[in-house]
């Protein structure tokens, strides 16, 4: 988890950097529809059941590692931050961190077969079918 | 036989505890009293609006073409939303992930696009507008903050009627949680 509170932080300074930085038109423009994203996936992932949601951060730190380029920075200000944020937020969103709990085999075992939640839900039956008949 | 403690099996705990649900429900609330009193202004009940950072900016966004875009004012939409997401917090048991599942997958699907609508706005102060509302980004925070802690009380939902559908039992009579099929699926 304390990586993705890094990374809402990250967020939260990609949303406040243009006004920090003094930065201007298109990468401030970048900076506050990216920042608020990524704050708000990296939130999201603090939650055990939703730590998935950190990946979607991954696509987001590419973007504005390559936003310089593609979107032709010049202020080298805007360059440098977009970068290192970026950087910093895919390496981020890789933690997965420790889960303590268990959730009868995630959000896949909603469409798999053979998943923990249907046989932990068979035994269970199981037990209560075999007291019934003692 | 343990008793039932309305675990999910698999899990570890119940999702739909109060002591789960409580701390959204309280946030929702929350949400609703800021953006009500953020509807106020905007219905023009009240002639001024709390803004300690950004000057007149809260006045500049809250009066925007963005927030009039519908007939209501988009403060009292959120308002709504919130009231939405308290309610179906609220509503039904500590097992109701298996007894109602239809509150608990509302639930879910409410809470989800309030925070998706919050973050766009978010994003179209300084955009479009070039200024920050506090109390916006206030409610925006919370509309998010509820998405995690919802989440898991909907995939114990959803488990559930994957095993419904496994034990080829009536998924309309699961999801509406009629008496007849409730202790079949567990």
Known sequence: ?134 | MQEDTGIPPGWNYNPASWGQRMPIIILAIVGFLIAAYLALFQFKVISDVWEPFFGNDSRKILTSKTSQILPIPDAALGALGYIADAATGAIGGTKRWRTMPWIVIAFGLAVGPLGFISVLLVILQPVLYDAWCTLCLATAAISVVMIGPAMDEMLASLQYMKRVKDAGESKWKAFWGYKSIQGKVM
Do not use: C
């Open chain 1, 1 to 134: 988890m304390r990586a993705q509170v890094i990374n809402m932080f990250l967020g939260i300074w990609l949303m406040s950097s243009p006004a920090i930085l003094g930065l201007e038109g298109t990468p401030a423009s970048n900076a506050h529809i990216v920042g608020p994203v990524v704050a708000s996936f990296a939130l999201i992932s603090w939650w055990e059941a939703t730590r998935v949601v950190r990946l979607y951060n991954l696509p987001l730190g590419a973007w504005l590692v390559l936003a310089p380029w593609v979107l032709g920075y010049t202020a080298s200000a805007a360059i440098a931050n977009d970068m290192v944020i970026g950087i910093l937020i895919m390496g981020l969103s890789l933690v997965k961190g420790k889960i303590d709990n268990t959730y009868g085999g995630g959000w896949r075992a909603v469409w798999h077969t053979n998943t923990p939640h249907a046989n932990a839900a068979r035994l269970q039956q199981d037990y209560t079918d075999k007291n019934r008949e003692e």
